[in-house]
C-alpha cells in the first residue's frame, strides 16, 4: 500500500474526498443550523460534480459520524463539535462546561514526571485527574500531576476545581501562569479511556501532553489530556514571525 | 457507557493507563534509543507496580504500534514520532523530508473556499494537493487552496514545490507570511487518504484546516492536511497574557 500515487485512486474517490473536506468544514461552521444538508442535486450542481460523487461524499461524511441520512428525506447533520481556542490558554468557558475530580492523590514522582517538574525521583507529587463535560456528555479526560505545594493549596477547602482551571491554578499559587508547551497527537480510544469519555475502543482522540509554566519559569502542571475527536476542535493563530514578541520560556525550550 | 465514574473502572486498568502514558511519553522523548524497553520486574519497581500492571501498560502500547514484544526476549520500541514545530509557521525541515505535488490544477471556487480567500464564488483558483514524505514514508496529505494569482506564480518554472512551502510562498508572493489560523481535529483515515498516507482504514489521524495570511491581511492559502497520528505530533507554546504582543489579524479573527 506504500507509496501509492494517484494512479492507485479512483477519479471519483479523489472528488468526493475534496469534497468531503469542504462539506465537514461547513458543518463545522455551522452553515446548516437547521441540522438539514441541501439535497444531492443541489450538491451536485453547486460544486459541479455528479450525483456519485456527492453520494461518495456524503458516505464518507456519514461514515464519520458527522451526518445521517434519511432514506427518502435526506442528510441531517447528527454532531457539532465544540470548537476550543487553542491560542491563549484557558479552560473551556461557558456553555455548561465544568470538570469532575476522579482522582486525587499524593504520589511519588516517577523519573519523568520529577525531571517534568523539577521535583527528585521518589519526591511526593499530587496526581489529578480530571473529566471536563459538556453538560452531560464527556469531552476530556486529564492525567497530570502538580508540584506537592502546589498541589497542596488546590486541596484546601474553598478550592473549586470545577470551574476555569488556570483562574483556578493561578489562585492557588498566586501567581500567573506564563503559558504552556503542548505536544499534540492523534490515537485511538482503549481500555478505562473509552469507558471514561464515553466512546466506542479505537475511537478518534486528540491527545495533548502539556507542561504549564508560570511566570518565574517553574512547571506548575504536567500531563496528558485526551480529547474527543468527535466533539472537540482545537482552533489557534501561528505567526511565522515573531518570535522575539512570544518567547518560549527557557524551562520549556528546546 | 455514557458518564462511567471510576467505581466502573478496574483499580488496575487505572494504574495501567497512567503507566503508559508516562511510558510512552518516554518512548517520544527518545529516552530508549536503543529501542529496548527495560524488564517488565524493572518497570515495576521502578513505578511501584505490580508486574500485571506493567503487562497491561505494555499491552496498551502494543495495541497502539508503538512498541513490539518478542516472547522470553522483551519489549521493542518499534515507531518514532516526527515531532513538527508548529509554534513558528514552517514546513517540516531536513531530516529526509520532501513534498511531493499529488494535483496542481485551476478549479471554480465554491461558496466555502471563495469566501476563504476572498473571492467570488464561481471564480478561478488553484487547487494545489501534496503529500508529505519522510524520505519513502507518507507523513501527511494536504488539499489547499490559492488565489489565481499566488497559484500562477506557483505555476511559473523554476518554482520547487518540495522544500519549505513557506518559503517557497513568500518567493513567489514577493511579500510575508503573517501567521496561520489553523483547526486542529482526530479523525479517522478512510477512502483513498488511507491508501495515499500508507495506512489501514480507521487509522487515526490530525485533521488540520488551516488559513494561511500574509501581512497584508490577505489569505493567500486554504485549505485541509491530514497528518498521519502513528508518525506525526505538533508542538506548540501557547501564552497565557500575551493577546497584545502576538495579535491574531482581522481577516481571520473570530
Redesign the interface.
Known amino acids: 500500500?506504500?507509496?501509492?500515487?494517484?494512479s492507485?485512486?479512483?477519479r471519483r474517490?479523489?472528488s468526493?474526498?475534496?469534497l468531503r473536506?469542504?462539506l465537514r468544514?461547513?458543518i463545522?461552521?455551522n452553515?446548516h443550523p437547521q441540522g438539514t444538508m441541501p439535497s444531492e442535486t443541489e450538491l451536485a450542481a453547486?460544486?459541479?460534480v455528479s450525483r456519485n460523487t456527492v453520494r461518495e461524499a456524503l458516505a464518507?461524511l456519514r461514515?464519520?459520524g458527522l451526518v445521517d441520512r434519511v432514506q427518502g428525506v435526506g442528510t441531517f447533520v447528527v454532531r457539532h463539535?465544540t470548537?476550543h481556542q487553542?491560542?491563549?490558554?484557558?479552560s473551556w468557558r461557558g456553555g455548561g462546561v465544568h470538570h469532575e475530580v476522579?482522582?486525587m492523590e499524593p504520589v511519588?514522582a516517577?523519573?519523568?514526571?520529577a525531571a517534568a517538574l523539577g521535583a527528585e525521583e521518589g519526591d511526593p507529587v499530587l496526581?489529578l485527574e480530571r473529566r471536563t463535560m459538556l453538560e452531560?456528555?464527556?469531552l476530556a479526560l486529564w492525567?497530570t500531576y502538580l508540584p506537592e505545594d502546589v498541589g497542596q493549596r488546590l486541596q484546601e477547602p474553598g478550592v473549586d476545581l470545577s470551574g476555569d482551571f488556570?483562574d483556578m491554578l493561578e489562585g492557588a499559587l498566586g501567581t500567573?501562569?506564563?503559558?504552556?508547551?503542548?505536544?499534540?497527537?492523534?490515537?485511538?480510544s482503549?481500555?478505562?479511556?473509552?469507558?471514561?469519555l464515553?466512546?466506542p475502543e479505537?475511537w478518534?482522540?486528540?491527545l495533548v501532553?502539556r507542561t504549564v509554566v508560570d511566570v518565574s519559569g517553574r512547571v506548575v502542571e504536567f500531563?496528558?489530556g485526551r480529547?474527543r475527536?468527535d466533539r472537540?476542535?482545537?482552533?489557534?493563530?501561528?505567526?511565522?514571525?515573531?518570535?522575539r514578541?512570544?518567547p518560549?520560556p527557557r524551562a520549556?525550550a528546546g
Open positions: 500500500m506504500r507509496n501509492a500515487s494517484f492507485a485512486v479512483n474517490a479523489i468526493a474526498r475534496r473536506d469542504l468544514a461547513e463545522l461552521r452553515d453547486r460544486h459541479g464518507l461514515r464519520e463539535k470548537p487553542f491560542d491563549q490558554v484557558q476522579l482522582a511519588p516517577g523519573a519523568l514526571v496526581l452531560a456528555t464527556p492525567t488556570y500567573h501562569v506564563a503559558g504552556v508547551q503542548s505536544t499534540t497527537e492523534a490515537v485511538l482503549d481500555g478505562d479511556v473509552a469507558l471514561l464515553g466512546v479505537s478518534p482522540l486528540l501532553e500531563g496528558f480529547l475527536g472537540v476542535s482545537l482552533k489557534s493563530w501561528r505567526g511565522r514571525r515573531e518570535t514578541s512570544c518560549v520549556v
